[in-house]
């Protein structure tokens, strides 16, 4: 059992009070003084060439004080260095319905409505291209020409391990299928806003409801050519993210544009549909893919082909195409495996990370695979699987380094509480289970732009009052990063969380961190704070030994954490003891309930008050003040794209399902789903079941409902009464495991919690739904009127 | 954002008179629990007219009482979750309390009225949009402009020819209880049976004339226990009904059957049988194959019209089941 007092410990977050009664300011809560008021015109055409864009007569309105077209801006924007190729505004042509295309800055909002009418814009259609395997063919008009590409085609990646051919013969049953997704909204409830503040200097404040407020720093500094040092981006309260706001955004860069050249503050606001616009979902994807399973080697191979639509930009698309083959690598070994992705552009919108990104469509169609190839060969699809999942420090293939992995004792679990034995291919017609896998990276060990900096920083300081403040660049987007690093912090300070204060995501008050993306914040920002904790801790320690007039301990420097596979031998903190689960920090005292006791030595058995030894510290040494620091180990191979999908450690999850599907109807309803969720230490377990909870729902929106609706390339379901975001009713009961391994370099033995347990879900229905009807559904949603017809056909193949 | 616009709350019928005096056709707009009105006026500013007359302060649209000859009214104003949660309803026609509970979400029961259920607003993939939407695919014809996106032979010229599908759940059991509907002009007060009310017409939707309201309800309670509704849609809260089905079975000396649908058509869709001999397989086959000719779906929903239309047998039948009708 852990000795911990705050880790592991049920917390509600912080800030929480605020944002139930309203107190909690958000992005569009925050009064600039005096702002202009900015407004998008947006493109009514999926393609075609503008020609000709006119403001004169919207700027000759009274009130109207700036306006901006693509031809304002020099540069293009993307998250990913080596694709930025989306224009703030539209520059020449637009590429999708909804595309912004020019810009006003008003007095009022009426008067920037009445401006955007009076843009005279006139267009040149082209012929869209909507369609992914269309893309893929070579046209006259490629969406990109300056790209000078044939097609539409934006990137195509291709990774081969072991002998596909040997594998696939050496397998005792071979299945195979082909599956559809269709494209997804993020649908986080705070639409996009931004408001820009200006000083006499021209230096610009932005507050933006981003998870990324230091890649949106570098990327005003871009597309503006200002220095960064001119810019400070600030993430307010934010309102969900799901990876919709990882990408540093056109309006985002507009707006600070309308603030340089009128002088004035300025207020954004999209309403829901430009949401729908600005957010990068999940591609629309088509996989086929084959699977080789033995009953006694496990999967001998597997071989996909999968097409992702990418919309009009290229966003996070290089990363999802390599994700959606590298995120096949776990939780089973897979010695001989091949995929190939190709990423298109169309006239839609843009897709690019969504929570899972990359990996949770291949998931599906791999999960239902495996279980095809369980029912071919008569084997329990959960007795197979515990079979099959990795064991802890091993190496994939592709050379990812699975340090912990408690998936087999987790889905063991699962079995016995879901009575699984006594339900599969037992339960009347109609009422299923069934089961799925999946894993996840804790962070991307690589950040996006090649550099040396530190992936997170935590700055820790204590003034007089004993108060501390932790400084963090991470985004809380309601995930609870803040409450995490506070945890951390009180854990090892040994004070409650009312004495610690988290400023986060401020670029000109925190250090830089990368960002709440790839669920990299627990593991990478949390080890940061964990370590600038420690370093306080030190001089505390110092300081009561000064008071307690005994010698300061000398540090063991305790062994590196049982180091597996430390590739490169890359430090992560200047002393790698710092990482890990190990609470010992071999000071000899005590911190507990703001006192610090001498545990050994002459002083054993005196305690000091925490804030008296605080005054000493501060009178000897002014106000203190650590910093921890977190670098990924060098990590991977040497091949093409062996960089994507490395991470420090991974999450594993496995779902058994249980359905009710009205033959009738063909409606599903998810009854019952028993998660195992392998995060490591559950640092905040009511974060966790949170995180559970909601990527279920998530989870089940894709599994059963959600898509965006396109008709002639404009979206015709772009609210929240037509985007179909599951309701309570729909949520099912759900039985959680979650405390199930310590990972040797999370921080207190955490790993990431809520991302990777969206993936499964979804196959974990359709194999429900299998063991219920008997049907094999391969295109998602697996709505009602898919499953009657799937059912009717059956039928049919019956009489 | 909203626009602004002249508000007027009439304490009575005879104010409401006055003030409708001075006012043009088409220059205002009733509202009462306004759940369609304020997210209209939100969406379309420039489409609303510059007045919007509150019937909430009307007491002569309220109350639920019972009328003699086993009837029962239910004042226009009536809340949906007050109607699911009258005594009275819940005793004498517990179906409509039932399918006013399952309207919509709760926060809307709690504003939306019986009335505005009667006469809430067709609705169309192509019609409820935003402006940017409608500029995309040009305005139809419900949105002022000249063309249905669903009928490609209703192009440019023709003759408005709205296809806009009707989702009022109430409308259907109203239908099946024979429901009449008191209504209040500036010539008086007049009564319209609930189906003769309904046109087939997705932008015009009935007849109700320009200052006309709907006082109140009055409903037959003689086989208000004979009467089931059943409705489908994707999520079990928020939406409207992709399909939903009332029954009303009466077996005595002769069976009689009937059957609305909502949301697929135009308008509610009544289908009334009768048979001396009792052959009630045969007669419900006949609901099934009526319903299923006279059903138009259109891709306007977030179901396909062919599943759409497949369903509505399948909810004729549910309905039968909970009446305990057993098939042989």
Same mark, same amino acid.
């Given at each position: 059992m852990s000795s911990y007092t705050v880790i592991g410990k049920p917390t509600p977050m912080v800030g929480s009070r605020e944002k139930v009664t309203g107190k909690a300011k958000f992005t569009d809560d925050i009064r600039v003084a005096n702002p202009l008021i900015v407004g998008l015109l947006r493109s009514p055409l999926a393609s075609a060439k503008i020609s000709r864009l006119d403001l004169s007569a919207a700027l000759a309105l009274e009130g109207v004080r700036a306006g901006v077209t693509g031809k304002d801006f020099d540069s293009t924007i993307g998250v990913l260095p080596i694709s930025r190729d989306e224009p703030p505004l539209a520059r020449d042509c637009v590429r999708y319905v909804g595309e912004p295309v020019a810009a006003i800055a008003a007095e009022s909002s009426s008067l920037c409505r009445q401006a955007l009418e009076l843009i005279r814009v006139e267009y040149d259609p082209i012929e869209p291209c909507l369609d992914s395997r269309k893309a893929l063919k070579e046209t006259s008009h490629p969406i990109h020409p300056e790209l000078k590409k044939p097609s539409n085609l934006h990137k195509s990646v291709t990774q081969q391990f072991g002998n596909l051919e040997k594998g696939f013969a050496s397998a005792q049953a071979v299945v195979e299928g082909s599956f559809d997704f269709a494209?997804?909204?993020?649908?986080?409830?705070?639409?996009?806003?931004? !408001?820009?503040?200006?000083?006499?200097?021209?230096?610009?404040?932005?507050?933006?409801?981003?998870?990324?407020?230091?890649?949106?720093?570098?990327?005003?500094?871009?597309?503006? !050519?200002?220095?960064?040092?001119?810019?400070?981006?600030v993430k307010p309260y934010l309102g969900g993210g799901f990876g919709g706001k990882s990408d540093p955004l056109p309006h985002e860069i507009v707006a600070a544009r309308l603030a340089l050249i009128s002088g004035r503050n300025v207020r954004l606001l999209l309403d829901r549909e430009e949401t729908f616009f600005t957010s990068h979902g999940r591609h629309p994807t088509q996989i086929g893919m084959r699977l080789g399973l033995h009953s006694k080697k496990g999967i001998t191979a597997l071989s996909g082909e999968m097409l992702i639509d990418g919309g009009a930009y290229a966003s996070y698309g290089v990363v999802t195409s390599y994700y959606n083959g590298v995120l096949l690598q776990g939780p089973?070994?897979?010695?001989?495996?091949?995929?190939?992705?190709?990423?298109?552009?169309?006239?839609?919108?843009?897709?690019?990370?969504?929570?899972?990104?990359?990996?949770?469509?291949?998931?599906?169609?791999?999960?239902v695979l495996l279980d095809m190839a369980c029912e071919k060969l008569q084997l329990d699809p959960c007795e197979t699987r515990l079979r099959l999942i990795h064991k802890a420090e091993t190496l994939t293939v592709n050379q990812f380094r699975i340090t912990s992995c408690g998936l087999k004792e987790g889905l063991a679990t699962a079995m016995e509480r879901s009575r699984w034995k006594e339900k599969v291919k037992k339960l009347p017609f109609g009422r299923g289970i069934g089961v799925a896998c999946g894993f996840f990276i804790s962070g991307s060990a690589l950040p996006i732009h090649w550099n040396k900096i530190p992936q997170s920083t935590v700055r820790l300081t204590i003034d007089f009052d004993g108060a501390v403040t932790v400084y963090s660049g991470a985004s809380d987007i309601g995930q609870g990063s803040d409450t995490v690093l506070a945890q951390m912090v009180a854990e090892v300070l040994g004070i409650s969380l009312s004495h610690i204060k988290v400023i986060s995501a401020d670029t000109r008050l925190c250090p830089v961190d990368l960002g709440s993306y790839s669920s990299r914040v627990t593991f990478m920002a949390g080890n940061a704070a964990r370590n600038a904790a420690i370093r306080m801790r030190k001089g505390l320690v110092a300081a009561a030994c000064g008071i307690l007039e005994i010698k300061p301990p000398r540090y063991r420097n305790p062994k590196p954490a049982e180091s597996f596979f430390r590739q490169g031998g890359r430090k992560p903190d200047f002393d790698s003891a710092?990482?890990?689960?190990?609470?010992?920090?071999?000071?000899?005292?005590?911190? !507990?309930?703001?006192?610090?006791?001498?545990?050994?030595?002459?002083?054993?058995?005196?305690?000091?008050d925490y804030f008296e030894v605080v005054k000493t510290a501060v009178e000897d040494?002014?106000?203190?003040?650590? !910093?921890?620091?977190?670098?990924?180990?060098?990590?991977?191979?040497?091949? @093409?794209?062996?960089?994507?999908?490395?991470?420090?450690?991974?999450?594993?999850?496995?779902?058994?399902?249980?359905?009710?599907?009205?033959?009738?109807?063909?409606?599903?309803?998810?009854?019952?789903?028993t998660c195992a969720h392998d995060c490591g230490q559950p640092l905040n377990p009511m974060a966790v079941e949170g995180q559970i909870e909601g990527s279920i729902h998530m989870g089940l929106g894709q599994a059963l409902m959600e898509g965006l609706d396109y008709v002639n390339g404009a979206v015709q379901n772009a609210s929240f009464l037509e985007y179909k975001i599951p309701s309570a009713f729909e949520q099912p009961e759900i039985e959680m495991i979650y405390d199930l391994s310590r990972d040797n370099e999370g921080p207190f033995g955490a790993k990431e919690a809520g991302e990777g347990v969206l993936a499964p879900i979804i196959p974990s229905v359709a194999n429900a739904i299998y063991d219920a009807v008997g049907i094999r559904l391969c295109s998602v949603p697996m709505t009602p009127d898919k499953v009657l017809a799937a059912l009717n056909a059956k039928r049919g193949n019956h009489t | 954002?909203?626009?602004?616009?002249?508000? &007027?709350?009439?304490?009575?019928?005879?104010?409401? #008179? @006055?003030?409708?005096?001075?006012? &043009?056709?088409?220059?205002?707009?009733?509202?009462? #629990?306004?759940?369609?009105?304020i997210s209209g006026l939100k969406s379309h500013p420039q489409s609303y007219p510059k007045t919007l007359i509150s019937l909430t302060a009307l007491s002569e649209l309220k109350g639920v009482r019972l009328l003699e000859k086993n009837r029962l009214s239910i004042g226009a104003l009536t809340k949906l979750s007050e109607i699911a949660e009258n005594a009275l309803i819940l005793k004498q026609a517990a179906v409509v309390a039932q399918t006013a509970a399952k309207i919509a979400s709760p926060q809307i029961r709690n504003r939306a009225t019986i009335a505005g259920n009667i006469l809430v607003n067709n609705r169309c993939s192509y019609f409820n949009q935003s402006r940017h939407n409608r500029l995309v695919h040009q305005f139809c014809f419900k949105a002022g402009g000249d063309i249905c996106h669903l009928i490609p032979a209703a192009r440019e010229g023709h003759s408005p020819l709205c296809r806009a599908r009707f989702v009022s759940d109430l409308a259907p059991v109203l239908l099946l209880l024979r429901a009449t509907l008191q209504l209040w002009g500036p010539d008086g007060y007049r009564k319209i049976s609930?189906?003769?009310?309904?046109?087939?017409?997705?932008?015009?939707?009935?007849?109700?004339?320009?200052?006309?309201?709907?006082?109140?309800? &009055?409903?037959?309670?003689?086989?208000?226990?004979?009467?089931?509704?059943?409705?489908?849609?994707?999520?079990?809260?928020?939406?409207?009904?992709?399909?939903?089905?009332?029954?009303?079975?009466?077996?005595?000396?002769?069976?009689?059957?009937?059957?609305?649908?909502?949301?697929?058509?135009?308008h509610p869709v009544l289908i009334k049988l009768s048979d001396d001999r009792k052959n009630g397989k045969a007669m419900i086959q006949a609901a099934c194959d009526q319903a299923k000719k006279s059903a138009q779906p259109l891709r306007q929903d977030h179901f396909p019209p062919s599943y759409r239309k497949e369903m509505i047998a399948v909810l004729i039948h549910q309905n039968l089941q909970k009446l305990g009708w057993k098939n042989d």
């Open positions: 494209p997804l909204t993020h649908a986080f409830t705070e639409p996009f806003a931004t !408001q820009v503040e200006i000083d006499t200097d021209s230096n610009l404040t932005v507050y933006s409801a981003t998870q990324v407020p230091h890649y949106l720093h570098l990327a005003l500094s871009g597309a503006l !050519q200002l220095p960064l040092h001119k810019i400070r981006v089973y070994p897979i010695p001989n495996l091949s995929f190939h992705c190709d990423r298109v552009y169309t006239n839609k919108l843009t897709c690019g990370a969504m929570r899972g990104h990359g990996g949770v469509n291949p998931r599906f169609a791999s999960e710092y990482l890990g689960p190990n609470p010992d920090y071999s000071d000899g005292f005590l911190f !507990q309930d703001a006192k610090i006791s001498a545990l050994s030595g002459k002083a054993k058995g005196k305690q000091l040494h002014g106000t203190l003040q650590t !910093q921890g620091i977190y670098l990924s180990p060098k990590l991977g191979g040497t091949f @093409k794209g062996a960089g994507a999908g490395l991470s420090p450690s991974y999450s594993f999850t496995a779902f058994i399902t249980e359905v009710t599907v009205n033959p009738q109807t063909g409606f599903i309803k998810v009854d019952k789903v | 954002m909203m626009p602004s616009f002249a508000y &007027e709350r009439p304490r009575s019928l005879e104010e409401l #008179g @006055k003030l409708l005096e001075n006012l &043009e056709a088409g220059s205002f707009l009733f509202s009462a #629990g306004a759940t369609d009105v609930l189906e003769d009310f309904y046109t087939p017409d997705g932008i015009r939707r009935n007849n109700l004339k320009s200052g006309e309201i709907i006082t109140a309800i &009055e409903t037959d309670l003689s086989c208000a226990k004979n009467v089931t509704y059943e409705k489908l849609r994707i999520r079990n809260t928020l939406d409207f009904p992709s399909v939903g089905v009332a029954v009303m079975l009466n077996v005595t000396e002769s069976m009689e059957l009937a059957v609305c649908y909502t949301g697929v058509n135009t």
